[in-house]
C-alpha cells in the first residue's frame, strides 16, 4: 500500500502564490516520475507538471514560466510552487506518482486524493 497525502491548497488572490506538497508513503522500492495534475469544475484532468526522477521536469504551457515542480527524493516529496496565479488556475489539484512496490515488485501508479486551489478576489 502507498499513500499520497496532499497539502498547501486554500484561497489566493489573483497574483499570489501557494506551494502545494504532496508527500509519498508506503511500499515503495523505487520512485520514478512524480507529478502535478488538475481539474477545474465542467474540465478532464490536465497536466500540470511532471518531474522525473533524474529531475527533469516538463510543464504545461499554461504552467511555464509561473508554476515550479521539484521534489526531495529523501523525504518521497514532491512540490509544487505557483505564482501569478490566475483565476483560471482555479482546480482541484492531484498529485500523481509512478513507483516500484517493494511488495510486487511492479511498477504502479498512484493519485493522491486532491487539493482545492481558488484564485479569486
Known amino acids: 500500500q502507498v499513500q499520497l497525502v496532499e497539502s498547501g491548497g486554500g484561497l489566493v488572490q489573483p497574483g499570489g502564490s501557494l506551494r502545494l506538497s504532496c508527500a509519498a508513503s508506503?511500499?515503495?522500492?523505487?520512485?520514478?516520475?512524480m507529478g502535478w495534475y488538475r481539474q477545474a469544475p465542467g474540465k478532464e484532468r490536465e497536466l500540470v507538471a511532471t518531474?522525473?526522477?533524474?529531475?527533469?521536469?516538463n510543464y504545461a504551457d499554461s504552467a511555464k514560466g509561473r508554476f515550479t515542480i521539484s521534489r526531495e527524493s529523501g523525504k518521497n516529496t514532491v512540490y509544487l510552487h505557483m505564482n501569478s496565479l490566475k483565476p483560471e488556475d482555479t482546480a482541484v489539484y492531484y498529485c500523481?506518482?509512478?513507483?516500484?512496490?517493494?511488495?510486487?515488485?511492479?511498477?504502479?501508479?498512484?493519485w493522491g486524493q486532491g487539493t482545492l486551489v481558488t484564485v479569486s478576489s
Open positions: 518531474i522525473s526522477s533524474g529531475a527533469v521536469t
Open positions: 500523481n506518482l509512478n513507483f516500484r512496490s517493494s511488495e510486487s515488485y511492479r511498477w504502479l501508479e498512484v
Open positions: 508506503g511500499s515503495i522500492l523505487r520512485l520514478n516520475a
